[in-house]
């Protein structure tokens, strides 16, 4: 876990009639950190960095952690409409967006819903397009930490990894998994994690600086994922890592954060 100087505030606000939980830190301009598909992992060397230019905001889905699930919320679109009405509510916008993986789709979806509230988007290996080559890793088929273990290239050399994927999970980070996957699961079972229609939608973030980055290894979601959203959205770029698996924030980190602060300061 990053043992840096920021200060770290977690709290629960009233946003879209919800409870919704949300670890704040940093100072600068707001950056929106929407995270994966097993949650917050705590705050890492990543944020610590990012920390230092802008203001986190690191909100937990609805169903995961302690904000309340909304039985409403049936698939990823449904959670990007919500999303929209919170950032609403919290007065937040126009923002810069980062997510990854099952938070990278959702940020895509809010983003062709709503390009204008978004300032810059930064995906990081997210689902939500169907590879054209290779498929996704069914999380189902695996326990969790199997599927925390393939999501690196080479998870020895992460130092970070054991603090995301302890080798003896207490119970409580057990339980935590268990409730993010059955959550994860209701909203991107059929298809699984993507969206036949997010293709044929992400043009309309022609006007939204996008940045994608990829781990060349990545066994989650294949890149050729990657290269099909750049593909999609006009004048994005595209950032692809070697030696790097489905978390370049853990594989990658100084190179990581180098590329995200390079892209969300010009």
Not at 68 to 82: K, P, S, T, V, Y
Request: aromatic share 8%; hydrophobic share 40%.
């Amino acid at each position: 876990m990053a043992t840096g100087t920021l200060a770290w505030t977690e709290q629960t606000v009233e946003a879209a009639g919800a409870q919704l939980q949300v670890v704040t830190g940093g100072s600068g301009d707001p950056l929106l950190i929407l995270h994966d598909e097993f949650g917050h992992h705590g705050q890492l060397r990543y944020h610590e960095a990012l920390g230092q230019d802008f203001s986190l905001h690191i909100p937990r889905h609805p169903g995961f952690g302690a904000t309340e699930r909304q039985e409403w919320i049936m698939n990823m679109r449904d959670l990007a409409g919500w999303y929209l009405e919170a950032l609403d509510d919290l007065n937040l916008g126009p923002v810069n967006l980062m997510g990854f993986s099952l938070g990278g789709w959702l940020a895509a979806e809010m983003a062709t819903m709503s390009p204008g509230q978004f300032r810059k988007l930064v995906l990081v290996a997210p689902a939500g397009i169907r590879p054209p080559t290779g498929e996704i890793f069914d999380m189902f088929l695996a326990v969790a930490e199997e599927y925390l273990t393939v999501g690196l290239h080479d998870p020895e050399n992460a130092p970070e990894f054991r603090d995301v994927c302890p080798e003896e999970p207490s119970a409580e980070l057990a339980e935590a998994w268990a409730v993010a996957r059955e959550e994860a699961c209701r909203l991107s079972w059929r298809p699984y994690m993507h969206s036949l229609s997010l293709p044929h939608l992400v043009h309309r973030l022609k006007r939204v600086p996008t940045q994608i980055i990829w781990g060349q290894q990545d066994n989650i979601v294949p890149a050729s994922a990657g290269q099909m959203y750049h593909d999609s959205i006009p004048g994005s770029r595209l950032d692809i890592l070697d030696s790097c698996g489905h978390r370049p924030e853990l594989e990658k980190t100084d190179e990581f954060v180098a590329l995200v602060k390079g892209f969300l300061s010009t």
